[in-house]
């Protein structure tokens, strides 16, 4: 059973719907009410007075109309058409102020809504795990938060709304009209079961195609995504027309489900129009009989309601079908906003947590064992990160350097065994807690489109320009942001692409150095900088590691030769611990290591 619903959206809005709905039924009633009163109002302009053509067992509505109609034409002819247009004027005044609001009201639902569904997704993508992350396209995230809203809003929200008002002015219509005449009305219903059977054969296969078409559309956006962000690639490889067919097939094939789809949906509007249009002729015929007849059981004026009442009934009625079509089609589209919003964070806080402990030992692996997709990572990691002390983890490509580390700011949480912070174990402390202790800084550097003040203090609120400056200078980037046009304010790019290599880890380092924690982790922070950027970045390393706990990926082996401690992983196993010089002596796997790259 799903979590979230429709009605789980629009749950907090029940107050404003309950309000939408009487509106929509007092428009509705004003609407039929202006009707009744045109009607007399041709019939006092063409007659003497009401029709006193004789009635078989005349309604209680006729007698109603009878009185008080007879009772504005008794002022005479021309007040009683000036009573009967003010009169008019009122009603459809009336019915067009509560149509309004009606509108009005519901369409804040509406908008509100979208804006809860956008911050529940935005507040779950950044909450869900790093492993879902990364194994699922970005452009399909992207769609879901984007595209699917858009469809959710156009063809499930525009739809409910729509079918609602419809089913009210339908329901209050033929309220009416059974009571005018119920054996008419009754013939008019024999019909609906008929249609009722044409759209259910159109509508089985829209929910599939729906669903079809939303995963295309995320791919699409897949595709444009990935083509942007590799172009350097495309461009190099002389690929541009290979990749330019194969999105023209792609789009081909998407351009025909979507038009597979519109005419089905395009289908439901002439096939009810084409229904009312023969139940009109059929009530023209039989209700003419029952006027004309030598025991008329309608009058003409009366009848005439009834035909201008059916007629207004086939726009709302003809609406019903197509909604229900457009629901079809766009329940694909909240399907995969469910789906996202029912993932299952796989880091369990705890009912009872743990202050973060004042950190005297260090962070202690026990034992610590993590499979990712049944393939196991890591086996039996038992290792103390001491406080303090710098500790360097080299290995080959997939050993596990990246996933022990992860695990340390509980991005992951171990399959079996425990990591502990002195003696208090991860799983007892609050996620943001341990993260509040650490900074980190990566190979692939994380800025944002704005200011470099904004990069270096991401996530802080209470800092100082000098505390700011004071960071930048201990990373070796103050020199260069001040020669930027407007220094500290300088807008650096989509992930600071206004910038070089080195400059955006410098800025990464200076926003560690301001965070000022007690752990700190560096993955592999200078693998793709050239030599002189190196230097600088490891100037600021070396600065910022002191008397700091700190956790190196290596992946230049002469960034870690005064390390306190190195590890060696291999297929996810400690190798080798030890300094430097006491892992050359054992000629092993790190030796290797360092004759490869000359150290």
């Known amino acids: ?25 007092l428009a509705t009633i004003f609407s039929i009410g202006s009707i009744l009163s045109a009607s007399n109002f041709l019939s006092v302009l063409f007659q003497e007075g009401i029709s006193n053509t004789p009635i078989v067992n005349p309604s209680v509505l006729d007698n109603l109309l009878n009185n008080v109609y007879g009772n504005i034409i008794a002022f005479g002819k021309e007040k009683a058409l000036l009573i009967f247009g003010i009169l008019i004027f009122i009603i459809y005044f009336l019915k067009d102020i509560f149509s309004y609001l009606a509108a009005f009201i519901i369409s804040s639902v509406r908008s509100r809504m ?17 492993s879902y992350i990364n194994t699922h396209r970005k452009g399909d995230l992207i769609s879901r938060i984007s595209n699917d809203i858009i469809e959710y809003d156009e063809n499930v929200l525009k739809s409910i709304i729509s079918f609602l008002s419809a089913i009210i002015t339908v329901i209050l219509y033929f309220l009416v009209l059974l009571y005018i005449d119920y054996k008419l009305t009754l013939v008019v219903l024999v019909v609906f079961p008929i249609v009722s059977a044409f759209i259910s054969l159109i509508s089985r296969s829209l929910r599939s195609s729906s669903k079809h078409l939303q995963q295309k559309n995320s791919n699409l956006v897949s595709i444009i995504e990935q083509t942007i962000s590799g172009l ?47 139940m009109l002729i059929g009530l023209l015929l039989f209700g003419s009989s029952r006027v004309i007849s030598y025991s008329p059981t ?29 629901l079809k089609k766009g329940k694909a589209s909240i399907e995969r906003i469910v789906e996202i919003l029912e993932i299952e964070n796989k880091i369990k806080e705890p009912n009872n947590p743990i202050p973060f402990p004042n950190f005297d030992k260090g962070i202690i692996f026990n034992n610590v064992s993590f499979a990712y997709l049944d393939k196991l990572v890591l086996k039996n990691i038992n290792i ?18 990246s996933t ?14 425990e990591i502990l912070f002195d003696n208090i174990n991860s799983c007892d402390i609050l996620s943001n807690q341990i993260r509040n202790q650490i900074s980190i800084v990566t190979q692939d550097t994380i800025l944002f489109n704005d200011t470099v003040i904004n990069n270096i203090t991401f996530g802080f609120e209470n800092y100082t320009l000098e505390q700011v400056k004071n960071a930048a200078k201990i990373a070796n980037a103050h020199q260069f942001i001040e020669s930027l046009p407007d220094g500290y304010n300088t807008i650096i790019g989509d992930r600071g692409s206004n910038l070089s290599g080195g ?28 030599t002189e950027n190196e230097r600088l970045v490891q100037d600021a390393i070396s600065k910022i590691t002191i008397g700091k706990t700190s956790i190196i990926i290596a992946h230049r082996l002469s960034t870690i030769y005064n390390a306190d401690k190195i590890l060696v992983l291999d297929k996810g196993e400690i190798k080798e611990v ?19 790259q000359e150290v």
């Open 114 to 130: 979208l804006r809860n569904i956008r911050n529940m997704l935005f507040k779950k993508y950044i909450s869900l795990p790093l």
């Open 232 to 278: 350097r690639i495309i461009k190099a490889h002389t690929a541009i027309e290979m990749m330019n067919e194969r999105f023209v097939h792609f789009n081909a094939s998407f351009t025909r489900l979507r038009n597979g789809i519109y005419r089905k949906v395009d289908l439901a509007s002439p096939m009810s129009e084409f229904f009312g249009n023969t």
């Open 503 to 530: 400059q955006r880890q410098r800025l990464s380092i200076a926003r560690a150095i301001l965070k000022n924690s007690e752990i700190l982790i560096l993955d592999e922070a200078t693998s793709a900088l050239d």
């Open 1 to 25: 059973m799903r979590k979230y619903f429709n009605w789980t959206f629009a749950k907090p809005y029940i107050v404003n719907i309950i309000l939408y709905i009487i509106l929509v039924c």
């Open 384 to 401: 103390v990160f001491e406080k303090g002390k710098t500790t360097a983890i080299v290995g080959s490509s997939g050993s596990g350097k």
């Open 404 to 417: 022990l580390i992860d695990l340390i700011p509980k991005f992951y949480q171990p399959t079996e065994g």
């Open 298 to 326: 309608l009058s003409p004026e009366i009848f005439i309601v009834y035909l201008v009442l059916f007629t207004l009934i086939i726009k709302p009625a003809k609406d019903i079908p197509t909604a229900f079509f457009n």
């Open 578 to 596: 030890g300094t430097h010089k006491e892992l050359i002596s054992i000629n092993g796997i790190y030796s290797k290591l360092c004759k490869m």
